[in-house]
Protein backbone atom coordinates (compact mmCIF):
# COMPACT_ATOMS: atom_id res chain seq x y z
CA UNK A 1 0.00 0.00 0.00
CA UNK A 2 2.68 2.41 1.02
CA UNK A 3 4.62 1.27 -2.41
CA UNK A 4 1.11 2.84 -4.51
CA UNK A 5 0.63 5.71 -2.49
CA UNK A 6 4.82 6.31 -3.60
CA UNK A 7 4.39 5.54 -6.84
CA UNK A 8 0.64 7.75 -7.46
CA UNK A 9 2.68 10.68 -5.56
CA UNK A 10 5.57 10.40 -8.26
CA UNK A 11 3.14 10.12 -10.69
CA UNK A 12 1.15 13.14 -9.91
CA UNK A 13 4.72 15.30 -9.26
CA UNK A 14 5.46 14.33 -12.85
CA UNK A 15 2.26 15.27 -14.79
CA UNK A 16 2.42 18.94 -12.40
CA UNK A 17 6.09 19.58 -13.16
CA UNK A 18 6.34 18.65 -16.88
CA UNK A 19 6.71 22.05 -19.13
CA UNK A 20 6.84 23.21 -22.25
CA UNK A 21 9.77 25.42 -24.12
CA UNK A 22 9.84 28.71 -22.18
CA UNK A 23 11.67 32.25 -22.97
CA UNK A 24 13.34 34.58 -21.83
CA UNK A 25 13.09 38.60 -21.97
CA UNK A 26 14.60 41.62 -21.35
CA UNK A 27 12.81 44.85 -21.02
CA UNK A 28 13.90 48.29 -19.51
CA UNK A 29 13.89 51.87 -19.41
CA UNK A 30 16.20 55.22 -19.12
CA UNK A 31 15.26 58.32 -17.86
CA UNK A 32 17.44 61.64 -18.10
CA UNK A 33 15.67 64.62 -16.01
CA UNK A 34 16.87 68.63 -15.65
CA UNK A 35 15.64 69.59 -12.36
CA UNK A 36 15.81 73.43 -10.99
CA UNK A 37 14.83 74.32 -7.73
CA UNK A 38 13.20 77.83 -7.87
CA UNK A 39 13.51 78.97 -4.20
CA UNK A 40 16.76 77.65 -3.84
CA UNK A 41 20.38 77.23 -5.39
CA UNK A 42 21.09 73.48 -6.33
CA UNK A 43 24.25 71.64 -7.14
CA UNK A 44 24.27 69.66 -10.52
CA UNK A 45 20.36 69.86 -12.08
CA UNK A 46 20.99 66.56 -14.23
CA UNK A 47 19.61 62.94 -12.96
CA UNK A 48 19.71 59.73 -14.14
CA UNK A 49 17.48 56.15 -13.70
CA UNK A 50 18.09 53.10 -15.55
CA UNK A 51 15.55 50.32 -14.64
CA UNK A 52 16.36 46.36 -16.15
CA UNK A 53 13.73 43.78 -15.61
CA UNK A 54 13.98 40.02 -16.83
CA UNK A 55 11.49 37.60 -17.27
CA UNK A 56 10.97 34.14 -18.36
CA UNK A 57 8.12 31.84 -18.50
CA UNK A 58 6.66 28.75 -19.92
CA UNK A 59 3.65 26.32 -19.45
CA UNK A 60 3.22 22.86 -17.68
CA UNK A 61 1.41 20.34 -19.06
CA UNK A 62 -1.68 20.65 -17.02
CA UNK A 63 -2.10 24.12 -18.02
CA UNK A 64 -0.90 26.23 -14.96
CA UNK A 65 1.79 28.35 -16.44
CA UNK A 66 5.20 29.63 -14.44
CA UNK A 67 6.77 33.01 -14.61
CA UNK A 68 9.84 34.35 -13.04
CA UNK A 69 10.10 37.98 -13.08
CA UNK A 70 14.04 39.53 -11.96
CA UNK A 71 14.43 43.18 -12.01
CA UNK A 72 17.61 45.47 -11.07
CA UNK A 73 18.32 49.04 -9.30
CA UNK A 74 19.90 51.95 -10.98
CA UNK A 75 23.57 50.12 -9.78
CA UNK A 76 22.42 47.41 -11.76
CA UNK A 77 22.46 44.71 -8.83
CA UNK A 78 19.85 42.24 -7.82
CA UNK A 79 16.53 44.23 -6.62
CA UNK A 80 13.04 42.38 -6.12
CA UNK A 81 12.46 39.24 -7.67
CA UNK A 82 8.62 37.47 -8.17
CA UNK A 83 8.10 34.05 -8.76
CA UNK A 84 4.11 33.21 -10.63
CA UNK A 85 2.00 30.29 -10.77
CA UNK A 86 -0.89 31.55 -12.95
CA UNK A 87 -4.08 29.53 -13.08
CA UNK A 88 -3.36 27.40 -10.83
CA UNK A 89 -7.22 25.24 -10.86
CA UNK A 90 -7.82 26.97 -13.24
CA UNK A 91 -9.17 29.96 -11.07
CA UNK A 92 -5.97 31.58 -8.84
CA UNK A 93 -2.65 32.89 -9.17
CA UNK A 94 -0.28 32.13 -6.85
CA UNK A 95 2.86 33.86 -6.54
CA UNK A 96 6.15 34.12 -4.20
CA UNK A 97 8.91 36.74 -3.80
CA UNK A 98 9.84 40.50 -2.78
CA UNK A 99 7.89 42.10 -5.26
CA UNK A 100 4.38 41.83 -4.48
CA UNK A 101 2.77 44.44 -2.46
CA UNK A 102 -0.31 45.37 -4.29
CA UNK A 103 -0.64 48.23 -1.98
CA UNK A 104 2.53 50.01 -2.97
CA UNK A 105 1.03 49.53 -6.65
CA UNK A 106 -1.98 51.83 -6.11
CA UNK A 107 -0.20 54.06 -3.68
CA UNK A 108 -1.29 57.16 -6.61
CA UNK A 109 -3.63 55.57 -9.52
CA UNK A 110 -4.87 59.21 -10.23
CA UNK A 111 -4.03 60.03 -14.10
CA UNK A 112 -0.79 62.55 -14.84
CA UNK A 113 0.81 63.22 -18.18
CA UNK A 114 4.31 63.22 -16.76
CA UNK A 115 4.40 62.34 -13.17
CA UNK A 116 2.37 62.09 -9.41
CA UNK A 117 1.94 65.99 -8.19
CA UNK A 118 4.99 65.05 -5.87
CA UNK A 119 7.01 62.92 -7.97
CA UNK A 120 9.64 64.85 -9.39
CA UNK A 121 10.78 65.84 -6.07
CA UNK A 122 8.36 68.65 -4.73
CA UNK A 123 7.44 68.08 -1.31
CA UNK A 124 7.52 64.92 0.86
CA UNK A 125 4.34 62.63 1.44
CA UNK A 126 3.96 59.62 3.24
CA UNK A 127 1.79 57.11 1.36
CA UNK A 128 0.70 53.51 1.56
CA UNK A 129 2.89 50.07 1.02
CA UNK A 130 5.14 49.58 3.91
CA UNK A 131 5.34 46.03 2.97
CA UNK A 132 6.58 47.26 -0.37
CA UNK A 133 10.22 44.58 -0.88
CA UNK A 134 9.47 42.30 1.49
CA UNK A 135 9.36 38.73 0.84
CA UNK A 136 5.71 37.12 1.09
CA UNK A 137 3.38 35.21 -0.92
CA UNK A 138 0.20 36.29 -2.93
CA UNK A 139 -2.46 35.27 -4.33
CA UNK A 140 -4.66 36.77 -6.87
CA UNK A 141 -8.22 35.70 -8.55
CA UNK A 142 -11.57 37.31 -10.15
CA UNK A 143 -15.09 37.66 -8.01
CA UNK A 144 -17.89 38.23 -10.24
CA UNK A 145 -19.03 41.56 -10.00
CA UNK A 146 -16.93 42.16 -7.42
CA UNK A 147 -13.84 42.51 -9.80
CA UNK A 148 -10.39 41.21 -8.87
CA UNK A 149 -9.11 40.95 -5.44
CA UNK A 150 -5.01 40.78 -5.02
CA UNK A 151 -4.19 39.78 -1.68
CA UNK A 152 -0.44 39.13 -0.07
CA UNK A 153 0.75 37.19 3.60
CA UNK A 154 4.31 38.27 4.32
CA UNK A 155 5.49 35.86 7.48
CA UNK A 156 8.32 38.50 8.70
CA UNK A 157 8.36 41.87 7.56
CA UNK A 158 12.01 42.17 8.57
CA UNK A 159 13.44 43.40 4.69
CA UNK A 160 15.53 40.26 4.23
CA UNK A 161 15.61 38.74 0.98
CA UNK A 162 16.55 35.08 1.51
CA UNK A 163 18.42 32.94 -1.04
CA UNK A 164 16.54 29.59 -1.69
CA UNK A 165 17.21 26.45 1.80
CA UNK A 166 17.72 29.94 4.30
CA UNK A 167 15.84 31.60 6.82
CA UNK A 168 16.19 34.83 8.46
CA UNK A 169 17.41 35.42 11.92
CA UNK A 170 14.72 35.99 14.38
CA UNK A 171 15.44 39.25 15.40
CA UNK A 172 12.25 39.60 17.34
CA UNK A 173 12.01 43.42 16.26
CA UNK A 174 9.22 43.13 14.08
CA UNK A 175 6.34 40.88 13.16
CA UNK A 176 3.79 39.89 10.18
CA UNK A 177 2.10 41.78 7.55
CA UNK A 178 -1.37 41.03 5.60
CA UNK A 179 -2.24 43.03 2.73
CA UNK A 180 -5.86 42.76 0.09
CA UNK A 181 -6.31 45.09 -2.86
CA UNK A 182 -9.90 44.78 -4.79
CA UNK A 183 -10.06 46.63 -8.05
CA UNK A 184 -14.16 46.82 -9.07
CA UNK A 185 -14.45 47.62 -12.97
CA UNK A 186 -17.98 49.64 -12.33
CA UNK A 187 -18.99 48.79 -15.90
CA UNK A 188 -19.50 44.97 -15.00
CA UNK A 189 -22.13 45.88 -12.72
CA UNK A 190 -25.57 44.80 -12.95
CA UNK A 191 -28.43 47.57 -13.83
CA UNK A 192 -25.97 50.71 -14.24
CA UNK A 193 -22.70 49.38 -15.67
CA UNK A 194 -23.99 51.01 -19.33
CA UNK A 195 -24.12 54.14 -17.08
CA UNK A 196 -20.96 53.50 -15.17
CA UNK A 197 -18.41 52.00 -17.84
CA UNK A 198 -15.30 53.44 -17.98
CA UNK A 199 -15.30 54.34 -13.85
CA UNK A 200 -13.42 51.98 -11.69
CA UNK A 201 -13.01 51.67 -7.85
CA UNK A 202 -9.76 50.48 -5.81
CA UNK A 203 -9.29 50.37 -2.35
CA UNK A 204 -6.74 48.30 -0.54
CA UNK A 205 -6.16 47.51 3.08
CA UNK A 206 -2.96 46.65 5.14
CA UNK A 207 -1.73 45.85 8.84
CA UNK A 208 2.02 45.45 9.84
CA UNK A 209 3.45 44.39 13.02
CA UNK A 210 5.80 47.07 13.88
CA UNK A 211 6.83 46.02 17.11
CA UNK A 212 6.41 42.52 19.02
CA UNK A 213 6.73 43.83 22.54
CA UNK A 214 3.78 44.29 24.83
CA UNK A 215 1.78 47.42 24.07
CA UNK A 216 2.95 48.66 20.74
CA UNK A 217 0.51 48.73 18.28
CA UNK A 218 0.48 47.74 14.50
CA UNK A 219 0.79 49.80 11.64
CA UNK A 220 -2.49 50.22 9.69
CA UNK A 221 -2.75 51.50 6.06
CA UNK A 222 -6.28 52.21 4.32
CA UNK A 223 -6.28 53.71 0.67
CA UNK A 224 -9.58 54.23 -1.65
CA UNK A 225 -9.90 55.41 -5.19
CA UNK A 226 -12.46 56.40 -7.85
CA UNK A 227 -11.14 57.01 -11.38
CA UNK A 228 -12.65 57.03 -15.37
CA UNK A 229 -12.43 58.45 -18.01
CA UNK A 230 -14.99 60.10 -20.71
CA UNK A 231 -13.25 60.43 -24.21
CA UNK A 232 -10.38 61.82 -24.15
CA UNK A 233 -10.46 63.50 -20.71
CA UNK A 234 -8.94 61.17 -17.61
CA UNK A 235 -9.50 61.51 -14.13
CA UNK A 236 -9.34 60.40 -10.60
CA UNK A 237 -9.81 60.79 -6.79
CA UNK A 238 -7.77 58.96 -4.32
CA UNK A 239 -7.50 59.03 -0.25
CA UNK A 240 -4.90 57.21 2.00
CA UNK A 241 -4.65 56.69 5.47
CA UNK A 242 -1.29 55.64 7.34
CA UNK A 243 -1.72 54.93 10.82
CA UNK A 244 2.21 54.19 11.61
CA UNK A 245 1.94 52.20 14.35
CA UNK A 246 3.58 52.32 17.73
CA UNK A 247 7.56 50.74 17.92
CA UNK A 248 7.74 51.80 21.57
CA UNK A 249 5.23 50.92 24.18
CA UNK A 250 2.48 53.35 25.23
CA UNK A 251 3.63 56.07 23.21
CA UNK A 252 1.35 57.91 21.08
CA UNK A 253 1.42 56.94 17.35
CA UNK A 254 1.71 59.15 13.91
CA UNK A 255 -1.08 59.08 11.64
CA UNK A 256 -1.62 60.70 8.03
CA UNK A 257 -4.48 61.61 5.85
CA UNK A 258 -3.24 62.01 2.13
CA UNK A 259 -5.68 63.30 -0.74
CA UNK A 260 -4.91 63.07 -4.08
CA UNK A 261 -6.52 64.83 -7.19
CA UNK A 262 -5.17 64.64 -10.98
CA UNK A 263 -7.03 65.29 -14.47
CA UNK A 264 -5.22 64.63 -17.90
CA UNK A 265 -6.31 65.47 -21.31
CA UNK A 266 -4.95 63.59 -24.23
CA UNK A 267 -4.92 66.14 -26.64
CA UNK A 268 -3.66 64.11 -29.82
CA UNK A 269 -2.10 60.65 -29.54
CA UNK A 270 1.21 61.93 -28.76
CA UNK A 271 0.44 65.07 -26.37
CA UNK A 272 -1.35 65.14 -23.18
CA UNK A 273 -1.40 67.68 -20.33
CA UNK A 274 -2.72 67.11 -16.66
CA UNK A 275 -3.22 69.23 -13.43
CA UNK A 276 -2.82 67.10 -10.36
CA UNK A 277 -2.92 67.92 -6.73
CA UNK A 278 -1.67 66.16 -3.17
CA UNK A 279 -2.60 67.23 0.58
CA UNK A 280 -1.46 66.10 3.35
CA UNK A 281 -3.14 66.56 7.08
CA UNK A 282 -0.46 65.16 10.02
CA UNK A 283 -1.49 64.24 13.08
CA UNK A 284 1.80 64.07 15.82
CA UNK A 285 0.88 64.56 19.20
CA UNK A 286 4.80 66.28 18.96
CA UNK A 287 4.76 68.29 16.48
CA UNK A 288 2.26 71.23 15.54
CA UNK A 289 -0.83 69.18 13.16
CA UNK A 290 -2.66 72.88 12.52
CA UNK A 291 -1.44 72.79 8.92
CA UNK A 292 -1.63 70.75 5.87
CA UNK A 293 1.38 70.39 3.13
CA UNK A 294 -0.32 71.10 -0.28
CA UNK A 295 1.56 70.12 -3.73
CA UNK A 296 -0.15 71.63 -7.32
CA UNK A 297 1.39 70.70 -10.73
CA UNK A 298 1.14 70.42 -14.45
CA UNK A 299 2.51 68.51 -16.33
CA UNK A 300 2.90 68.13 -20.23
CA UNK A 301 3.60 64.76 -21.90
CA UNK A 302 4.82 64.29 -25.57
CA UNK A 303 4.86 60.66 -26.46
CA UNK A 304 7.06 59.37 -29.74
CA UNK A 305 7.49 55.65 -30.59
CA UNK A 306 9.18 54.66 -26.97
CA UNK A 307 10.03 57.68 -26.08
CA UNK A 308 8.60 60.29 -24.04
CA UNK A 309 9.39 64.04 -22.93
CA UNK A 310 7.91 65.13 -20.04
CA UNK A 311 7.20 68.57 -17.84
CA UNK A 312 6.51 69.36 -14.80
CA UNK A 313 5.81 72.56 -12.98
CA UNK A 314 5.09 71.70 -9.14
CA UNK A 315 4.92 74.27 -6.00
CA UNK A 316 4.52 72.57 -2.59
CA UNK A 317 3.22 75.11 0.62
CA UNK A 318 4.50 73.10 4.06
CA UNK A 319 6.88 71.18 2.37
CA UNK A 320 7.63 68.30 4.15
CA UNK A 321 5.30 69.45 6.73
CA UNK A 322 7.67 72.67 7.89
CA UNK A 323 5.13 75.51 8.27
CA UNK A 324 5.72 78.01 5.73
CA UNK A 325 8.61 75.82 4.09
CA UNK A 326 8.71 76.27 0.35
CA UNK A 327 9.71 73.67 -2.58
CA UNK A 328 8.84 74.63 -5.64
CA UNK A 329 10.65 72.31 -8.79
CA UNK A 330 10.90 72.56 -12.82
CA UNK A 331 11.44 69.36 -14.33
CA UNK A 332 12.57 68.34 -18.18
CA UNK A 333 12.56 64.72 -18.33
CA UNK A 334 13.31 62.45 -21.59
CA UNK A 335 12.84 58.55 -20.99
CA UNK A 336 13.40 55.47 -23.46
CA UNK A 337 11.73 52.41 -22.75
CA UNK A 338 12.41 49.43 -24.69
Do not use: C, W
Not at 220 to 238: D, P, R, V
Amino acid sequence: MKITKILVALAFLFSVSTANAGELSVTGSMEVTYQSEVDSTTGNPLGMDRELKFSGSTELDNGVTVSVMQDADDNLTYGNSKITFGGVAGLVDIYVGSDGSELDAIDDITPTAYEEANGSGSGTYKDVGGLANEMGIGVKFEVPFLGTVKGQYVPKADGTKNADNEASENTGMKGSGTEIVVVTPLGGLPIVGDVLDGFKITAGYAEEEMATVANTSDRHEYTAALTGSIGNFKFGYQREVIDEGQTVALTDADFYKVETIGFAYAVNDALSISYNTTEQEQHNIDADSSFTQDTDAISIGYTVGGMTIGFQDASTDNANMVKNAKDDTRTIGISVAF
